[in-house]
């Protein structure tokens, strides 16, 4: 069983910044939709370029074909909302609820599969947030009748939430009663932590012994 980890925040608060201490070499990095790297970024290319470890898709299927074929031991997938609102946006013409029952399949079985790869695979799912009416603050997704389907955070024993405080871009590693931030018990002692994910993919790899196991 695979390690899967949950990144949110809002839009420039440093998900996709966090991978700028990644080793392209490890790391295959699926874009939902194609930008720029926010970082200096050699040794990051596209694919079919040679050592290529970035691929642009949206669809489900193909996403969830990349993870289980890579020799990479990283994954990281960004923007994940947009692989549920590009489906959305690509079946406003259909009528009834049927899509969003598809879309919410789609996001589970996305999730599933991140946790069902060989026991030292790590994969990163970058989202951005929204706050509901209750002022609690998850995963963003397409609405309601998704989220009445899936709970997205609760396929995921670490959650972590990206925070900007005193001008220092950080990870939140505990619940602040009003987010779905979660993290292991005795994983990260401080409730903050840098920004950067490949420190965070080495606590996640020596709290659960995985580099013995690669």
């Known amino acids: 069983m695979s390690i899967a980890t949950m990144v949110l925040g809002e839009s420039g608060t440093g998900k996709s910044t ?11 990095l699926i874009q ?7 970082f200096r970024s050699e040794g990051w290319k596209y694919l079919p370029k040679e050592g290529g470890n970035i691929i642009v898709s949206d669809d489900a299927g193909q996403i969830i074909n990349l993870m289980q074929r890579t020799q990479r031991d990283v ?13 959305f946006m690509r079946r406003t013409d259909e009528r009834g609820f049927d899509k969003f029952t598809d879309i919410g399949k789609h996001a ?65 590693t505990r619940n602040n009663g ?13 409730e903050t932590i840098p920004n950067d994910l490949a420190a965070v993919d080495a ?5 659960y012994q995985l580099a013995q196991d690669a």
Do not use: C
Request: proline content about 4%; glycine content about 4%.
């Open 18 to 28: 966090a991978l700028r201490n990644m080793r392209p070499a490890d790391t295959l």
């Open 32 to 38: 939902a939709i194609k930008k720029p790297l926010p």
């Open 75 to 87: 994954i990281v997938i960004d923007d994940y909302q947009y692989i549920l609102a590009n489906e």
């Open 108 to 172: 589970w079985e996305i999730n599933r599969a991140a946790a069902d790869l060989p026991d030292h695979k790590r994969v990163y799912i970058l989202s951005h947030t929204e706050t509901t009416d209750a002022g609690r603050v998850k995963a963003k997704t397409i609405g309601r009748m998704l989220d009445e389907k899936i709970t997205l955070e609760g396929m995921f024993s670490i959650v972590l939430r990206t925070a900007v405080i005193n001008d220092q871009y950080v990870f939140r």
């Open 178 to 190: 009003s987010d779905t931030v979660k993290t292991p018990l005795g994983m990260f002692d401080a």
């Open 203 to 207: 606590a996640i790899v020596d709290f």
